[in-house]
């Protein structure tokens, strides 16, 4: 499978514009050349000068965004291709690196959606459509995410080279088109479990502080929450852990992480609803709004009248009505989405780029 840097070998990127000053693609050739003599740093500050001169220089976005990548700077690398495909539209490398590069941030939202841009492009490109599986998965659209893997072993299968990916692709069909374990018989689930895995519900969570930072004594548990009892699909202690993870995460103010738990609570447990609320609220604190509201109605389909599901919905909606409620006790089920503030440093600032080793996908 294709990573970044073996990108530049299979897809002919796009000649520079002929309105970019000579003096910047002199820059922009400089960056290359120091960059195959291994001086990331010299080639950064000459793809920096580069755009300095004309900031509309698309491939000069695009090349120090494979930089920032290969120095695992995964947020910076999104920037930088997203400045080269809003800049032009059709550049097919910039808009493949920025979809691997929002994988490795873990914005499935923005990756899925580059990844579709890419495959209209490309659609010939096997690559493309596993990177598009991929994404789906995550986000939990089974269906989509099946016949991408199938369009890849489509056009890959006859690659020996693809050979272990076709391998991982039928593997991933199989599982996706499985049916989702039944349900365990019902039990009481223990005190001693659901105060020590599951640590705190969201529902019950303070908002954080701008920066993010937890509440210095949040509140704790002696059981297991309503919500999570009172379902039709009892939860397990594996899915208790997750979630429990997902909950400790969030609460340090890593809602990234705790994005990633709630998503594997979900693979346990596709018709508990408990994972995509709680995912629901991990998006809206990333900003994905739309995805947010997709796990919410997903939710919503396993459970028409869960109240927290419905109550995040309407917050998400209406936030300005949300607003302009008083809060409730902390005991009572309402949202609370506090979302992290992220301040982007100055990129002269940063840390000098190093090479790192081609990603593998």
């Given amino acids: ?64 965004g494979e930089l920032q990548f290969a120095a695992k700077q995964y947020e910076k690398a999104v920037e930088s291709f997203g400045y080269a495909v809003e800049i032009d539209p059709a550049y097919a490398l910039a808009w493949y690196n920025l979809a691997f590069a929002a994988r490795r941030s873990g914005d499935q939202p923005k990756a899925r959606s580059a990844y579709e841009r890419y495959v209209k492009l490309r659609p010939t490109d096997a690559d493309g459509h596993y990177g598009l599986a991929e994404s789906q998965r995550a986000l939990g659209d089974r269906e989509a995410a099946v016949a991408e893997y199938q369009l890849f072993i489509d056009l890959a299968g006859s690659t020996p080279s693809q ?82 993870a997902g909950d400790r995460a969030w609460l340090a103010g890593d809602y990234r992480t705790a994005l990633f738990a709630y998503q594997d609570a979900t693979y346990l447990a596709p018709t508990n609803p408990v994972g995509r609320i709680k995912q629901a609220r991990a998006y809206a604190a990333l900003h994905h709004q739309e995805e947010a509201e997709r796990q919410l109605r997903q939710a919503l389909e396993l459970d028409p009248g869960n109240i927290e599901a419905l109550e995040l919905l309407e917050s998400l909606r209406n936030p300005a009505a949300a607003a302009s409620t008083a809060p409730a006790p902390a005991t009572a089920r309402t949202p609370a989405i506090a979302p992290r503030i992220y301040r982007l440093t100055d990129d002269a600032a940063a840390p000098a780029v190093t090479p790192g080793p081609a990603p593998a996908k």
């Fill in 1 to 64: 499978m294709r990573s970044i840097a073996l990108a530049l070998l299979l897809l002919v990127a796009p000649a520079a514009r002929a309105g970019a000053p000579p003096e910047a693609r002199a820059q922009k050739e400089q960056g290359d050349r120091l960059r195959k003599a291994n001086d990331a740093e010299g080639a950064a500050t000459a793809y920096r000068a580069a755009l300095q001169l004309d900031g509309g220089y698309a491939e000069a976005h695009e090349a120090l």
């Fill in 163 to 244: 050979a272990p990916w076709v391998e991982k692709a039928r593997n991933a069909i199989a599982e996706l088109k499985s049916p989702p374990a039944p349900p365990p018989a019902r039990t009481e689930p223990s005190t001693a479990v659901a105060g020590t895995a599951l640590a705190v519900p969201i529902a019950a969570i303070p908002a954080s502080s701008p920066g993010g930072k937890a509440p210095a004594a949040p509140p704790q548990l002696a059981a297991a929450p309503p919500y999570l009892t009172a379902l039709p699909v009892p939860p397990s202690r594996a899915l208790i852990e997750k979630l429990g």
